[in-house]
Protein backbone atom coordinates (compact mmCIF):
# COMPACT_ATOMS: atom_id res chain seq x y z
CA UNK A 1 0.00 0.00 0.00
CA UNK A 2 1.41 3.34 -0.60
CA UNK A 3 2.16 5.75 1.74
CA UNK A 4 3.75 9.35 1.48
CA UNK A 5 6.32 10.14 3.73
CA UNK A 6 8.75 12.96 5.03
CA UNK A 7 11.77 10.49 5.83
CA UNK A 8 12.66 7.81 8.14
CA UNK A 9 15.35 6.65 10.85
CA UNK A 10 16.68 3.96 11.49
CA UNK A 11 17.82 4.04 15.22
CA UNK A 12 16.02 6.70 17.00
CA UNK A 13 16.44 6.89 21.49
CA UNK A 14 14.24 10.07 20.86
CA UNK A 15 10.97 9.19 19.94
CA UNK A 16 10.11 6.46 22.29
CA UNK A 17 11.90 4.00 24.58
CA UNK A 18 14.23 1.83 23.32
CA UNK A 19 15.54 1.38 19.85
CA UNK A 20 13.01 2.76 17.51
CA UNK A 21 11.95 2.85 13.89
CA UNK A 22 10.83 6.00 12.86
CA UNK A 23 8.29 7.12 10.27
CA UNK A 24 7.82 10.32 9.55
CA UNK A 25 4.78 10.75 7.47
CA UNK A 26 4.13 14.07 5.09
CA UNK A 27 1.06 16.33 5.69
CA UNK A 28 -0.27 18.03 8.68
CA UNK A 29 -3.64 20.24 8.83
CA UNK A 30 -2.21 21.80 12.56
CA UNK A 31 0.41 23.98 11.38
CA UNK A 32 1.34 23.90 14.88
CA UNK A 33 3.80 27.34 15.80
CA UNK A 34 6.93 26.28 16.63
CA UNK A 35 6.40 22.61 15.24
CA UNK A 36 9.63 20.30 15.03
CA UNK A 37 8.95 19.21 11.56
CA UNK A 38 7.40 22.59 9.48
CA UNK A 39 8.64 20.43 6.97
CA UNK A 40 6.47 17.56 7.00
CA UNK A 41 3.54 19.91 6.84
CA UNK A 42 2.52 20.20 2.77
CA UNK A 43 0.86 17.28 2.19
CA UNK A 44 2.43 17.24 -1.67
CA UNK A 45 5.80 16.81 -0.27
CA UNK A 46 8.03 14.23 0.43
CA UNK A 47 8.03 10.93 -1.21
CA UNK A 48 6.01 8.09 -2.14
CA UNK A 49 6.85 4.61 -0.47
CA UNK A 50 4.68 1.28 0.07
CA UNK A 51 4.33 -0.10 3.78
CA UNK A 52 5.81 -2.95 2.18
CA UNK A 53 9.46 -1.43 1.54
CA UNK A 54 9.04 0.18 5.43
CA UNK A 55 8.50 -3.23 6.56
CA UNK A 56 11.42 -4.37 4.92
CA UNK A 57 13.36 -1.98 6.28
CA UNK A 58 12.23 -2.60 10.22
CA UNK A 59 12.98 -6.39 9.54
CA UNK A 60 16.23 -5.49 8.49
CA UNK A 61 16.88 -3.89 12.33
CA UNK A 62 17.18 -6.63 14.50
CA UNK A 63 18.12 -4.13 17.34
CA UNK A 64 14.74 -2.40 17.30
CA UNK A 65 12.23 -2.21 20.27
CA UNK A 66 9.32 -0.94 18.58
CA UNK A 67 8.41 1.43 15.83
CA UNK A 68 6.98 5.29 15.84
CA UNK A 69 4.89 6.86 13.68
CA UNK A 70 5.02 10.80 13.53
CA UNK A 71 4.46 13.44 11.01
CA UNK A 72 3.21 15.19 10.08
CA UNK A 73 0.24 13.70 11.49
CA UNK A 74 -0.18 9.97 11.16
CA UNK A 75 -3.67 10.18 11.64
CA UNK A 76 -4.14 11.88 7.99
CA UNK A 77 -2.68 8.40 6.61
CA UNK A 78 -4.04 6.18 9.08
CA UNK A 79 -5.43 2.94 6.50
CA UNK A 80 -1.49 2.53 5.34
CA UNK A 81 -0.63 2.80 8.92
CA UNK A 82 -2.74 0.59 10.31
CA UNK A 83 -1.98 -2.34 7.74
CA UNK A 84 2.62 -1.66 8.47
CA UNK A 85 1.18 -0.95 12.26
CA UNK A 86 -0.50 -4.97 11.79
CA UNK A 87 2.82 -6.20 10.61
CA UNK A 88 4.83 -4.64 13.16
CA UNK A 89 2.70 -6.40 15.62
CA UNK A 90 3.33 -9.59 13.93
CA UNK A 91 7.15 -9.31 14.73
CA UNK A 92 6.97 -8.69 18.59
CA UNK A 93 7.32 -4.97 18.26
CA UNK A 94 5.71 -1.86 20.11
CA UNK A 95 3.91 1.03 18.22
CA UNK A 96 4.21 4.69 19.34
CA UNK A 97 2.12 7.40 17.55
CA UNK A 98 2.28 11.20 17.38
CA UNK A 99 -0.92 12.99 16.85
CA UNK A 100 -1.95 16.74 17.24
CA UNK A 101 -5.49 15.77 17.88
CA UNK A 102 -6.43 14.63 21.35
CA UNK A 103 -7.35 11.16 22.44
CA UNK A 104 -11.25 12.36 22.77
CA UNK A 105 -11.37 13.52 19.16
CA UNK A 106 -9.94 10.31 17.83
CA UNK A 107 -12.12 8.12 19.61
CA UNK A 108 -15.13 10.12 19.67
CA UNK A 109 -14.53 10.03 15.40
CA UNK A 110 -12.99 6.38 15.11
CA UNK A 111 -15.09 5.30 13.26
CA UNK A 112 -14.12 7.24 10.20
CA UNK A 113 -11.08 7.56 8.13
CA UNK A 114 -9.64 4.27 9.51
CA UNK A 115 -8.68 6.11 12.44
CA UNK A 116 -9.93 2.89 14.85
CA UNK A 117 -7.44 0.61 12.82
CA UNK A 118 -4.52 2.77 13.81
CA UNK A 119 -5.92 3.29 17.28
CA UNK A 120 -6.40 -0.80 17.67
CA UNK A 121 -2.38 -1.17 16.71
CA UNK A 122 -1.25 1.06 18.70
CA UNK A 123 0.56 0.87 22.39
CA UNK A 124 1.29 4.15 23.10
CA UNK A 125 -0.37 7.67 21.42
CA UNK A 126 1.15 10.97 22.46
CA UNK A 127 -1.56 13.44 21.79
CA UNK A 128 -2.51 17.15 21.72
CA UNK A 129 -1.02 19.61 19.55
CA UNK A 130 2.43 21.29 20.46
CA UNK A 131 1.85 24.58 21.92
CA UNK A 132 4.83 26.58 22.19
CA UNK A 133 4.02 29.03 25.01
CA UNK A 134 3.86 25.06 26.86
CA UNK A 135 7.28 23.81 25.89
CA UNK A 136 8.90 21.85 28.44
CA UNK A 137 12.58 20.33 27.78
CA UNK A 138 11.92 17.62 31.12
CA UNK A 139 9.18 15.56 29.92
CA UNK A 140 9.85 12.50 27.70
CA UNK A 141 9.23 12.11 24.23
CA UNK A 142 6.72 15.44 24.59
CA UNK A 143 7.31 18.87 23.33
CA UNK A 144 4.77 20.75 25.50
CA UNK A 145 3.30 19.96 28.82
CA UNK A 146 -0.41 19.64 27.17
CA UNK A 147 0.65 16.56 25.30
CA UNK A 148 0.18 13.22 27.17
CA UNK A 149 1.48 9.76 26.86
CA UNK A 150 -1.58 7.47 26.58
CA UNK A 151 -2.35 3.78 27.12
CA UNK A 152 -4.14 3.21 23.57
CA UNK A 153 -5.48 0.04 24.54
CA UNK A 154 -6.23 0.58 28.22
CA UNK A 155 -7.80 3.92 26.78
CA UNK A 156 -9.85 2.31 24.07
CA UNK A 157 -11.84 -0.49 26.70
CA UNK A 158 -12.32 2.47 29.09
CA UNK A 159 -13.66 4.86 26.28
CA UNK A 160 -11.44 7.45 27.96
CA UNK A 161 -7.43 8.35 27.59
CA UNK A 162 -5.68 6.64 30.58
CA UNK A 163 -2.50 8.30 30.80
CA UNK A 164 1.24 6.14 31.37
CA UNK A 165 4.30 6.74 32.28
CA UNK A 166 7.08 6.35 29.61
Not at 46 to 57: D, P
Request: net charge negative.
Amino acid sequence: MNIRIAGTVNDSIVDGPGIRFSVFVQGCPHNCEGCHNPQTHDFDGGTVTTTEELLEKIKANPLLDGVTFSGGEPFCQAEALAVLGTEIKKLGMNIITYTGYTFEHLYKNRDKNHWNELLSVTDYLIDGPFILAQKDWEIKFRGSSNQRYIDCSKSLTEGRAIQAEP
